[in-house]
Nanobody
Framework: QVQLVESGGGLVQAGESLRLSCTASGSIFNVISMGWYRQAPGIQRELVAGITGRGITKYADSVKGRVTISRDNAKKMVYLQMNSLKPEDTAVYYC?????????????WGQGTQVTVSS
């Protein structure tokens, strides 16, 4: 069983930065894929960024160059550094995990953290 808790959301202005953090529980953290998804009202949930247990990353085209995902296996933490934020980045951001490569429905989810970017 894996439990995930996000933190770091908030209200920022366009162009500013935020770092989201996700704390994971469970003894197999090193071997699971982790990622951040987001969902805005009326928009389908999307994978923003993912990272495998070996540190291989992938990003949505909409955030490439502005977002960096990283993980600290010793601390069981995953981070999402978001720079040059845009109003369209406004959404609830969810930390997620799975034993397999991330797909549309990962096995484990956090409760979500709101990110609001004002113009």
């Amino acid at each position: 069983q894996v439990q995930l808790v996000e933190s770091g959301g908030g209200l920022v202005q366009a162009g500013e930065s935020l770092r989201l953090s996700c704390t994971a529980s469970g003894s197999i953290f090193n071997v699971i894929s982790m990622g951040w998804y987001r969902q805005a009202p009326g928009i389908q949930r999307e994978l923003v960024a993912g990272i495998t247990g070996r540190g291989i990353t992938k990003y949505a085209d909409s955030v490439k160059g502005r977002v960096t995902i990283s993980r600290d296996n010793a601390k069981k933490m995953v981070y999402l550094q978001m720079n040059s934020l845009k109003p369209e980045d406004t959404a609830v951001y969810y930390c997620a995990a799975d034993y397999n490569p991330l797909g549309p429905t990962p096995r484990y989810w956090g409760q979500g953290t709101q990110v609001t970017v004002s113009s």
